[in-house]
């Protein structure tokens, strides 16, 4: 499972900003052709980021990707000729509105894969939609590509698209939030958020992924190094949900062991979304490095802090 | 200035050439960090004074004062750099004694700061200051002396307690200290916790006051008899002057001192907290000193949520002393503070308001080597910027890559060598200049008394700490926590970088760099102009505060 729960974008055109980008953390890392360079700068900012590409070691297990121009300006088509190369783990395409603005990126990558003699099919595409038209559209488009591996949302274009107002709850996209998710889900690919732009208010970028977290989301974009951590902490899962998936695995185990079909997990029955829960949340776990105790741990520590109660271990 | 030729040279324990003597006074190589006990029986000693039916000190002016204590050409005076970049005492004074036509004195500060360049490099020119013995030179200063142009001999490049040895050896005799009290009474005692210049605490003068033939105490607030507390006491001091201003309150401390916004120096100072907690430091009952530079501030904080959350506490911490220490004695993850300086007004306030857990000392007791003991052996963690690491350890942070005197040197080297684990958190490069370097420009601290170096891309393990070594080897180092060799360090800053460059020194000796026991670590010598000018190169952001408030 590839986790993506940070992407930091990194402005094409800033030099001093490239090299480090990899140091913080980030599970994916996004060198800007687009909003981050101004009309004069796409060209500088295309050949810096295509030449960072090959040189830089942006350090190991991070997804390395491009946002590219839409291909719709005259910057897109070279900017993916110009990037595409074996350091390259994946684009990402602003200001999608139909598959087609995909299946064109897929062509040429394709294409290009063929005549550098690159393997077919290992840079991956992620879209982001960011009008009415692109949300709307958003399950043909996410299930148009094998490429695809996630999709995306622009939260200010489409607040402005919408003609609505960006607030701290986010009122204005909740619904178009709620739609990638839906349509990244039925076509089996990841849903990434988008960014928290008051990179020194924590407060809010915490308040906000958690709600996204809790509306199904895998990761969120961000703006700032800073942002990395609280994102991650979020979308980690807790120690407590790791015990509990823990035990559910054991459980799950046991009642296989028996023979057994019901699976209960102290007072409570284990059924198949409990199971496919426990299931993500120890794979998440482990991509993240985050400790894993064993059952006999948890156990032990149970014991420990519950001895007297007369309570015992197996129920949360 | 000396000639590199007229001299005998000797390698020192580090592999550094030093000359044997200079001007007919013997010079002693390094030999190692804990091994050169002092050369004399005993301290130096002050002359005596005599007060039977004394009941005032004042006197009405400076220039009065500096004429009853008689200072001549080619005297000693002393000041303290506690008011830091708002002081008005060292300027003041040495325009008296320009007025005065006094000549060829022998300048021997705690430290200088930019607002007294103009003032020292007209009096160095003029011929009032013939050299300067102590703290550290930065800046302007710096420039001048590594010129070798103006002093007539080398500067000597002291630690903090460093210079209270060579005070107590009587390496430099003081004739008249000139010490500006933030508050004073007629008798002269003095604090520096009272007063619009609150400084906080003024003890880099206990020693001047202790061994200074002279002393001449200057306030602006004097107070009604007696004055307390009695920081330092009337029996030290010959004169009280009172005059309008002795500093810049907005100068003197900072409002609130924030911490970097810098990722990656944020990284650094995480990073640093996180190997140190690794390594089985962070624990109860602790003992840390960390100072006000940007990576430092951050240090702590890091390091206050992750003892709040391991719920331990701390014995004691030390430092520069600022808002973020001083919370962490109000809530009771540091149980006691000890103030060498206090940089902003929550932690003069604190000082003055809380002076049962919260002390300043005599900088002899924080790091003199020659003395009966100090502070800084009792050091668990210490946490150190520096301009230049080298594979062996060593670490400068005297001179930039260029040659050119440029930071003030502070405790480093005293702390590096109490310190239990002494941790130097770098940026792997700064502008174009790689920090961790094969061989250092000018080295201050040696390798052997550093243990570990935290980048942004990498730690690196003394590997003379086996003890350290074999701790990693028993704990989980997470991915991200990179841990490998200095010279792989070294290798990756050379490969971003292209290198580093020599400096292009001439064939004169400008400053040595004494070690804290009063041995010759490594000499500097001047540069010459070239066609670039390394300042233009350096990120100013990179430069750590802290090491420019010391």
């Known amino acids: 499972m590839k986790l993506r729960r940070s992407r930091l974008y990194v402005p094409g055109n800033t030099p001093k900003m490239i090299p480090p980008a990899g140091l913080y953390g980030a599970d994916v890392i996004s060198l800007d052709l687009e909003d981050a360079v101004g009309p004069d700068f796409k060209v500088d900012a295309r050949m810096l980021v295509s030449e960072a590409l090959k040189i830089v070691d942006f350090g190991p297990g991070v997804e390395v990707t491009v946002r590219i121009n839409p291909l719709s300006t005259e910057w897109g088509r070279w900017d993916i000729r110009q990037i595409v190369c074996n350091k390259l783990d994946g684009i990402y395409i602003p200001k999608v509105e139909s598959p087609e603005d995909v299946i064109l990126v897929d062509e040429l990558v394709t294409d290009l894969e063929e005549k550098k003699g690159l393997p077919i099919g290992r840079i991956k595409l992620f879209a982001t939609m960011e009008t009415a038209k692109g949300i709307l559209n958003s399950y043909e488009i996410a299930r148009c590509s094998k490429r695809l591996e996630g999709i995306t949302i622009g939260g200010e274009d489409l607040t402005a698209d919408l003609g609505g107002e960006r607030s701290s709850d986010g009122i204005a996209i909740h619904t178009a939030r709620q739609l990638i998710v839906l349509a990244a889900r039925a076509a089996g690919i990841q849903a990434i958020d988008t960014v928290y732009a008051d990179f020194r208010d924590m407060e809010g970028l915490r308040k906000e992924t958690e709600l996204v977290r809790k509306m199904g989301y895998d990761g969120k974009a961000c703006i700032h190094p800073n942002q990395i951590e609280v994102i991650h902490e979020v979308f980690n899962p807790t120690p407590d949900e790791i015990v509990h998936a823990v035990k559910v695995t054991n459980a799950i185990e046991e009642a296989r062991k028996r023979g057994s079909g019901v699976i209960a997990l102290g007072k409570k029955m284990v059924d198949r979304p409990i199971a496919l829960r426990a299931e993500k949340v120890l794979a998440r776990a482990h991509a993240a490095e985050l400790p894993i105790p064993t059952i006999e741990e948890i156990k032990a520590i149970e014991e420990t802090t519950s001895s007297g109660t007369g309570k015992g271990g197996g129920d949360d | ?479 991200d926590l990179r841990i490998c060799t200095i010279k792989e360090l070294q290798e990756m800053a050379y490969n971003i970088t292209g290198g580093k460059v020599e400096p292009n020194w001439g064939d004169k000796i400008v400053a040595l760099i004494e070690y804290r026991d009063g041995t010759i670590i490594d000499t500097v010598r001047n540069v010459l102009p070239k066609y670039y000018d390394d300042a233009i190169f350096v990120d100013k952001e990179d430069l750590d505060v802290e090491r420019r408030e010391n």
């Open chain 2, 1 to 479: 200035m000396v000639n590199i030729d007229e001299l005998e040279w000797v390698e020192n324990a580090i592999g550094r050439k030093v000359p044997k003597s200079l001007h007919g006074q013997e010079l002693h190589p390094y030999i190692g960090p804990f091994k050169h006990r002092p050369t004399k029986d005993h301290k130096y000693g002050p002359k005596l004074g005599y007060v039977a039916d004394q009941t005032s000190e004042l006197v009405s002016s400076l220039s009065m004062a500096i004429d009853k204590v008689g200072l001549k050409d080619n005297m000693t005076i002393s000041f303290h750099h506690h008011f830091r970049n708002g002081d008005h005492v060292m300027n003041m004074v040495l325009e008296e004694i320009e007025k005065k036509g006094i000549k060829n004195l022998i300048l021997a500060p705690s430290s200088t700061f930019p607002c007294q360049e103009e003032t020292i490099i007209r009096c160095v020119k003029n011929g009032t200051i013939a050299s300067i013995e102590g703290g550290s030179a930065r800046g302007e200063i710096g420039r001048m002396v590594s010129s070798g142009n103006y002093l007539e001999h080398p500067m000597k490049i002291r630690s903090h307690g460093g210079r209270v040895r060579a005070i107590e050896a009587g390496d430099i005799k003081i004739d008249v200290a000139f010490i500006g009290a933030p508050s004073a009474d007629e008798l002269g005692n003095l604090n520096g916790v009272i007063g619009p210049s609150a400084c906080g605490t003024i003890n880099f003068s206990f020693v001047d006051a202790r061994f200074a033939d002279n002393v001449i105490a200057i306030t602006d607030h004097l107070v009604e008899y007696p004055n307390f507390p009695m920081s330092i006491s009337q029996e030290l001091v010959d004169y009280i002057v009172v005059v309008d201003k002795i500093g810049d309150p907005n100068r003197i401390a900072s409002g609130e001192l924030k911490i970097t916004s810098s990722p990656t120096r944020l990284k650094i100072a995480k990073d640093a907290v996180r190997i140190a907690d690794l390594l089985g430091y962070v624990k109860d009952g602790m003992s840390f000193q960390a100072g006000a530079g940007g990576i430092s501030l951050a240090f702590t904080d890091f390091l206050h949520d992750l003892m709040k959350e391991k719920k331990v506490v701390a014995k004691w911490a030390q430092g520069g002393t600022t808002k973020f220490l001083v919370d962490m004695l109000k809530d009771g993850t540091v149980r006691k503070l000890i103030t060498g300086q206090a940089f902003d007004i929550a932690a003069i306030e604190s000082m003055r308001d809380d002076p049962k857990d919260h002390v300043d000392l005599p900088i002899g007791a924080y790091a003199n080597i020659h003395g009966k003991g100090c502070t800084v052996n009792k050091l668990d963690i210490v946490v150190l910027g520096a301009s230049e690491v080298d594979t062996s350890f060593n670490v400068n942070t005297a001179t930039l890559s260029s040659g050119l005197i440029a930071e003030p040197v502070g405790g480093h080297s005293d702390t590096a060598a109490g310190a239990s684990l002494c941790i130097i958190t770098v940026p792997l490069f700064r502008g174009r200049y790689p920090v961790i370097v094969e061989d250092c420009t000018t080295v201050v601290t040696p390798g052997e008394t550093v243990d570990v170096i935290v980048t942004e891309r990498g730690i690196a393990i003394n590997p003379m700490r086996k003890d350290l070594l074999e701790k990693l080897e028993k704990v989980k180092v997470p991915r």
